[in-house]
């Protein structure tokens, strides 16, 4: 049996005819860039995730660095971020000049750990205290983190939090959206996101108008007017065809998470009947909406060879992520170690993403869990 890790062209099936329909119109009105489309896509967005304002851009990567140009982050400051996360997250940081300051995360949620930002925070000296200037929680594999001590942290030494949502669009922390807590919130249209394009976009979330403006202006290189430029920004510009496509795929998006949460119940079923539940850990949901972008195992060894079985057997999967990127050669002049970050570093030798799509079939699920087991049984 084949079990792809995803399966976009099932999903596709069912909104082929709405997304033919509005990208015609677009053809025809020969409008590509921003315009009514994206208007349309910042207002339904902004709805969905209780913030303000939303502004589309180009990519999730460019929403964070878009984010860390409107919170006034500049060469030689410091920003703290996960090193457990994609690298856009570190990479943005670095490509404005600043540092990430990387900070380990929990065990159980693979998030930023609370307890450890604040150690990290109080053992600065005053000089570079003064030099951070923001933090990046990221929402990993679609559940929140655990903002209200991070939000604390943040007010008592002034930084702005930028939160990294690629992953959790929809996903809520007590009752409240992803994107909506921090300042900014940068969420992906990365066609493997909950909410995926088709191609590359993304969008920030705003709540202070003031900044939504800012941004406005950053977006399009900092022209305001027209060929004034007041702020040198960059072309961070989503396209019409892209918001259309996603604004389609919008009104299907809880449809959509209430079958990840299901086929997530599912495993948890199918693991515990199987008599895995030592062998494997599954997904705590700690936060309490979680919308699994990924359902990710941990395994104490023999993480590769698990993976290899499963691949031989028609089972997709994938390691997210396998270097930590305290440990990434481009990082090598931050002079981070291996041992900083131990949590970290055990999560990218055990954990292991299974398919957790919308449309995958109970049959398919059993067969991944088969497998498993038979591994673990050798
Ligand atoms: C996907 C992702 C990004 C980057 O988004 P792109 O649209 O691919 O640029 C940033 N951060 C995290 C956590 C992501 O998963």
């Not at 940081?93 to 150690?119: H, K, M, T, W």
């Not at 807590?181 to 088709?198: R, V």
């Not at 072309?235 to 949460?261: E, G, P, S, Y």
């Not at 997210?320 to 900083?340: E, I, M, S, T, W």
Request: include cysteine.
């Amino acid at each position: 049996m084949k079990v792809p890790l995803l399966d976009l062209k099932q999903q596709y099936r069912q909104i082929k005819e709405d997304v033919l329909a509005v990208t015609r119109d677009i053809y025809d009105s020969q409008y590509f860039i921003l315009g009514p489309h994206v208007e349309r896509l910042e207002h339904h967005i902004a709805a969905y995730c209780q913030c303000n304002h939303a502004l589309g851009v180009s990519s999730g990567s460019d929403a964070l660095i878009i984010a860390l140009m409107a919170a006034g982050v500049k060469a030689g400051d410091a920003v703290i971020t996960t090193p457990y996360t994609f690298f856009a997250t570190a990479g943005a940081i670095v490509r404005l000049g600043a540092r990430p300051l990387f900070v380990d995360i929990e065990p159980d949620s693979y998030n930023l750990s609370p307890q450890r930002l604040r150690q990290c925070v109080e053992a600065l000296s005053d000089e570079e205290q003064r030099k951070v200037k923001a933090i990046i929680p990221v929402h990993l594999y679609g559940q929140c983190c655990d903002m209200q001590p991070i939000l604390d942290l943040a007010a008592q030494y002034r930084l702005t939090v930028i939160e990294d949502a690629a992953q959790a669009i929809g996903a809520e922390y007590r009752g409240r959206r992803a994107g909506s807590m921090g300042a900014y919130g940068c969420f992906s249209f990365f066609p493997s996101k909950n909410l995926g394009a088709f191609g590359d976009g993304g969008i920030v979330t705003v709540q202070n108008e003031t900044d939504h403006q800012k941004l406005k202006v950053l977006r399009n290189h900092g022209a305001e007017p027209k060929y004034y430029h007041h702020l040198v920004g960059g072309n961070f510009r989503l396209d019409a065809l892209q918001a259309a496509i996603v604004d389609v795929k919008l009104t299907h998006l809880d449809t959509w998470t209430n079958m990840r949460q299901t086929n997530a119940a599912r495993y948890h079923q199918l693991f515990t009947e199987a008599g895995l539940n030592e062998a494997v850990t599954l997904p705590q949901t700690t936060q309490n909406r979680h919308i699994y972008n990924q359902f990710v195992i941990r395994v104490q060894t023999r993480r590769d060879e698990l993976r290899q079985y499963l691949t031989a057997a028609g089972v997709g999967t994938e390691i997210y992520y396998p270097v930590p990127l305290h440990l990434q050669a481009c990082f090598a002049d931050l002079g981070y170690r291996q041992g900083d970050f131990p949590v970290s570093e055990a999560a990218a030798r055990q954990t292991l993403a299974l398919p957790i799509y919308p449309e995958l079939t109970v049959s398919q699920q059993t067969f991944v869990v088969d497998c498993i087991r038979a591994f673990i049984e050798g």
